[in-house]
Structure formats: structure tokens, C-alpha cells
């Protein structure tokens, strides 16, 4: 009898949100991070508005630019996504399901959606809010899974991840929530794992302000844990 050899881990994606400057997000490019986030939340240190027109996002050539926006009205979505050319739409809110079945009406259908689910302590309330989601399993195409906040993300702050192992995750989710250098190691312990890290506010100089050597360096990080 032939033993199967175990299945290699896939290396996980890299989203790096928060951006605001022209050449840092080339530099990303050149670095081929999978996913560009820009924040249009105007309560944001990062709100990319204050930094970049929406012409110069359209003008960045790259199939993963993110627009992460929180309780924004859908007309208001689809004339950013437009007119910056954006490829997913990321719901950083409290958006319902309801909303959410409109936007995807709406929304050019090769723009895809991602659900934001924001992670406390109450087990309960994240089955509660996937249960939601279940039933949009057709309208969204990822969950992302960040520490709860009343600043809506950005804190630095992690939640604890072992508690991904005791829910039901219907489809592909993000990571996010106080990623580092220093708790990366720590991503073994899911079993369940994700398809992407978000990586925002510990890879910072200032708000907005990457970090490019330590974005190069966890790069290499997630390489050599596989």
C-alpha cells in the first residue's frame, strides 16, 4: 500500500489595507501583495480621500484593489467603486442582509464583496452574524474576521483566534486584527485556515504610513511557515 504524502500548505494570501501613498502602493505592487486596501471611511486616520483622488486609484493597474467602507449608503459604493476602478467592496459595518442583496444587484457583478465580521469576546454573537451570512453565501464572496471595535478596525488589537476552531466558516475568510511579526508563529494553532492576512496598523511608521522593510520581512514569514 502506497502512503499519501501529507497535502503542502498553501501559502496565504497578503492584503495590506490602509493605504494612502502613491509610491508605497507600487513598491506593494512590485512586491506582488495580492490585495490593495483603501479606506473610505471618512472618520479614518487612513481615509484615503484626504491623500488620493479617486482618478489616481483608477490609474493603479492591479486586479486586487479593495474599498473598504463602513454603514456607507449603496448609491454612494457604487460611485466610488466606479469611478476608482475598485475590484472588491469590503462592508466594515453593520450592514444587513438586506443592504447587502441590494448592493450586489447594483454592484458591477465582476466586483466581488467582503463581509466583515467583527470579533469580541461572545461566541454566540459571531455564530449569529455568520448565520446571517449563510445565507448570502451567493452575494459574498469572503468573510473577514477583525478585532471588534468601535473605530472599526485599526487597533492593533487581536482577538482570540482559537475561536475560529469551534464555528462553522461558510466561505473563504481574511484574517485581520493585529497581525505581526511577533504572532504570526501563532496562525498554526487555526484549524480552519485563512486565505488571506490583512495586515494594517503594526506595519506602520505612522497612520497610513507603511512600513515597507517589515512588510517585505513578514512576506518572507508566511513563505517560511509553510
Known amino acids: 500500500m502506497v502512503s499519501q504524502k501529507p497535502a503542502a500548505k498553501s501559502q496565504p494570501l497578503i492584503k495590506v489595507c490602509g493605504l494612502t501613498k502613491l509610491d508605497q502602493i507600487h513598491e506593494l505592487i512590485e512586491l506582488k501583495v495580492d490585495f490593495l486596501g483603501f479606506i473610505f471611511y471618512e472618520k479614518s486616520l487612513r481615509y484615503v480621500l484626504n491623500q488620493l483622488s479617486l482618478k489616481q486609484i483608477s490609474n493603479i493597474e492591479y486586479p486586487g484593489k479593495v474599498g473598504v467602507f463602513v454603514n456607507e449608503n449603496v448609491d454612494r459604493i457604487i460611485e466610488i467603486s466606479e469611478k476608482a476602478e475598485l475590484n472588491f467592496i469590503q462592508l466594515h459595518g453593520d450592514e444587513s442582509e438586506d443592504f447587502i442583496l441590494e448592493l ?91 486565505i488571506a492576512l490583512d495586515i494594517n496598523s503594526k506595519f506602520e511608521i505612522d497612520a497610513g504610513d507603511k512600513d515597507l522593510e517589515k512588510i517585505k520581512e513578514f512576506i518572507n514569514c508566511t513563505k517560511s511557515n509553510l
Open 104 to 194: 450586489r444587484q447594483k454592484l458591477n457583478s465582476e466586483v466581488k464583496i467582503i463581509k466583515v465580521i467583527r470579533v469580541g469576546s461572545q461566541k454566540a454573537e459571531i455564530k449569529s452574524q455568520l448565520e446571517k451570512i449563510s445565507n448570502l453565501k451567493s452575494q459574498i464572496s469572503n468573510i473577514l474576521f477583525d478585532t471588534d471595535s468601535k473605530a472599526f478596525g485599526g487597533t492593533g488589537k487581536t482577538f482570540d483566534w482559537k475561536i475560529l476552531n469551534d464555528i462553522e466558516i461558510p466561505v473563504p475568510y481574511f484574517l485581520s486584527g493585529g497581525i505581526s511579526l511577533e504572532n504570526i508563529n501563532q496562525l498554526s494553532n487555526i484549524n480552519h485556515q485563512p
